[in-house]
């Protein structure tokens, strides 16, 4: 089945460690996001990928990068967790456009 | 603005038939989605609308669509307790780019 992965499904990291998360699609569409989602809020955007380019919300904290090395793959670094920084993270992908999109399992990050 | 709001709490009884509502103040929104989210998830796509539409019926499911009053709804009918989770609508907006605004969420417990 066409779907969108996330591994790990938890990870913990330590206050200031390096930690990269990834996703990786089968459904081959053009657009990848990233979703930042604390306890009981809804799911804010941090940036997306249209094909190659990249596209980053404003209010996302230098902190957050991402990697689109191929259609199939997109990744999250964070360079510097901060307590503040634990959550799940959500990648979606969509074709392209205003078009739906479709959720990853999730990756829930623990910083200690 | 985009600000999308739910009420956060509904419950109900198996069988019953469940509305969960939200209200929206951006009026460009071009497609407005309801997604599904089950602890420790990620967030499954249940429906979308379509702007121009009034009413999308899907199964158990119907949105209705009032945009004079910019407000959404879902219902769910002879709901099931596998139907408690957290409700999210979202909205896409015309020249938005990709970006989905969601919702507070509402949590749906469903009780025997």
């Known amino acids: 089945d066409a779907m969108v992965i996330q591994n790990p499904r938890y990870q913990v990291t330590q206050f200031g460690k390096p930690v990269t998360l990834s996703c990786s699609q089968t459904l081959n569409h053009n657009v990848m996001y990233w979703y930042q989602q604390k306890s009981s809020q809804a799911p804010k955007l941090l940036f997306h990928y249209y094909d190659k380019d990249f596209n980053n919300e404003a209010d996302t904290p230098d902190n957050f990068q991402s990697r689109r090395p191929n259609t199939s793959f997109c990744f999250l670094d964070i360079r510097s967790p901060g307590l503040g920084d634990a959550a799940m993270y959500l990648c979606?992908?969509?074709?392209?456009?205003?078009?739906?999109?479709?959720f990853g399992p999730g990756t829930r990050l623990t910083v200690l | 603005g985009e600000d999308v709001e739910q009420s956060l709490f509904l419950s109900v009884r198996e069988g019953d038939s469940s509305v969960i509502n939200c209200t929206y103040t951006?009026?460009?929104?071009?497609?407005l989605y309801w997604y599904k989210q089950e602890p420790g998830a990620g967030l499954q796509l249940l429906t979308y609308i379509f702007s121009n539409m009034d009413m999308k019926q899907d199964q158990r499911l119907t949105v209705l669509l009032n945009k004079k009053d910019k407000h959404l709804s879902l219902r769910i009918a002879d709901t099931q307790t596998g139907d408690s989770a957290i409700y999210f609508c979202?909205?896409?907006?015309?020249?938005?780019?990709?970006?989905?605004?969601f919702g507070t969420g509402t949590q749906l417990k469903v009780e025997l």
């Open positions: 979606a992908t969509s074709r392209g456009g205003i078009d739906m999109q479709f």
């Open positions: 951006d009026s460009s929104s071009t497609y």
């Open positions: 979202a909205e896409s907006l015309t020249g938005g780019g990709n970006k989905l605004t």
